[in-house]
């Protein structure tokens, strides 16, 4: 594929509504290329049919189309099996279903649950429901202000005591992508007693960006979302280690993640079906196997560099203005595509605002991380957010009207 001829698969920027858009909110959802589209529309137009049950060609076809997908999925991630790879809704549910089965299963009165103060909500009031009901103790890895959590900080909280750390791989806010190997290293051989801490990572942020390797993490849980990597919006991705999955229960009950039902007792499904009640998502399983693939045609080492780039470029315009402030490391190679900044005197909502009206898209608010918001001292922020189909002359249209921004709300 020609890397310059890309944006013509995305369909919403060939519209005349949006054909100047600037999109800078890819963080929150990126868009789809139609190779992912025409996916999932085939799904439904040749193989519709409810999968896993049923006895005739056209289920079979369905079940075929959905299964091949997780092991796409398994591959692009490494799992060492597909039936380590759970479909869910979005990486939020993925994480929920950790706290609901492991942790409410394992996590006791006196045990240390830690997080980073950096933590998407997803990956922070999960593991606060859990210490309150279980009376287990909330411990925060603090990072600085530029998002580093120092080896001295995550091995002064992890310790005998630890029985889970959750942590996200990049984050949110910063761009940050945190030593997870490492923390994961650490965790195992000295939480819970020497019996190792279970280590669940947030992979929301980094699995559109980075080549990610499950079993060299050798993270115990890892999530994702499909709508982040240019995949249909509603399906996620769970993936966990066999053997701490077998020994979980279930989440949710009923549909297909049973084997046997009788008024006395209930045997449920092997893996990975166990953790998939009810009918599943098979056409946007299909669409996320689709997006892999795309992902794949264009490069993960090309994305990376891509995003170091254009990072480069949008960071150095920012530090030339003054009243602008870069939330994070002037390193523009620690940001992983992700800018959050303020404007002196200039709320964040109106930043959005304003720049909408220029046609560019990007976020502004706590970002879903509030504890981090008030660590740092902020109520919000805004945030542009950007991916392998942005361009140099975006940045440097996005960088003029923001130059401009104090000017048009009548400050000097």
């Known amino acids: 594929m020609l890397k310059n001829d890309m944006r013509s698969d995305f369909p919403l920027f060939g519209q005349k509504e949006y054909s100047d858009l600037i999109y800078f909110d890819n963080a929150a959802t990126t868009q789809r290329p139609r190779q992912v589209i025409e996916a999932v ?57 950790v706290a609901f089965t492991w942790a409410m299963e394992n996590v006791s009165e006196g045990d240390e649950v830690v997080v980073t103060a950096m933590e998407h909500h997803s990956n922070f009031l999960p593991w606060k429901m859990v210490c309150e009901k279980k009376g287990a103790s909330l411990v925060f890895l603090e990072c600085d202000d530029q998002g580093n959590i120092s080896k001295e900080e995550y091995q002064s909280k992890i310790n005998s005591r630890t029985k889970l750390v959750a942590l996200t791989h990049v984050s949110n806010v910063f761009g940050i992508t945190n030593p997870v190997k490492e923390i994961t290293a650490y965790a195992h051989k000295t939480g819970n007693g020497g019996k190792g801490a279970v280590v669940v990572v947030d992979g929301a942020q980094s699995t559109p960006h980075i080549k990610i390797d499950v079993q060299d993490l050798d993270a115990d849980f890892f999530a994702f979302s499909s709508h982040k990597l240019c995949g249909p919006m509603g399906i996620g991705v769970l993936y966990g280690k066999q053997d701490l999955l077998e020994n979980m229960p279930p989440f949710l009950r009923g549909g297909e993640m049973i084997e046997y039902v009788s008024r006395e007792e209930v045997t449920y499904a092997e893996l990975p079906h166990k953790f998939e009640a009810g009918t599943v998502n098979a056409a946007d399983a299909v669409g996320l196997s689709s997006a892999i693939d795309y992902l794949k045609s264009i490069g993960l080492d090309y994305i990376e560099e891509n995003d170091k780039k254009l990072s480069t470029m949008l960071i150095s315009g920012m530090k030339g203005m003054d009243n602008v402030n870069i939330i994070g490391s002037p390193d523009p190679e620690k940001h992983s595509g992700i800018v959050t900044f303020t404007i002196d005197g200039v709320h964040p909502h109106d930043i959005a605002s304003i720049l909408d009206s220029e046609h560019i898209a990007i976020r502004a608010g706590h970002h879903c991380a509030q504890p981090l918001m008030e660590k740092l001292g902020v109520g919000s922020t805004a945030r542009a957010s950007l991916y392998f189909y942005n361009t140099e002359k975006e940045v440097e249209v996005f960088l003029d009207k923001l130059s401009k921004v104090r000017s048009w709300m009548g400050l000097k």
């Open 41 to 97: 529309g085939k799904f439904y137009e040749s193989a519709n049919a409810n999968p896993l049950r049923g006895l005739y060609s056209l289920s079979v076809k369905a079940t075929d189309m959905y299964e091949k997908a997780r092991s796409n999925i398994a591959q692009f991630i490494n799992a060492r099996q597909s039936l380590e790879v759970i479909f869910t809704r979005n990486a939020s549910e993925s994480l929920n279903l």
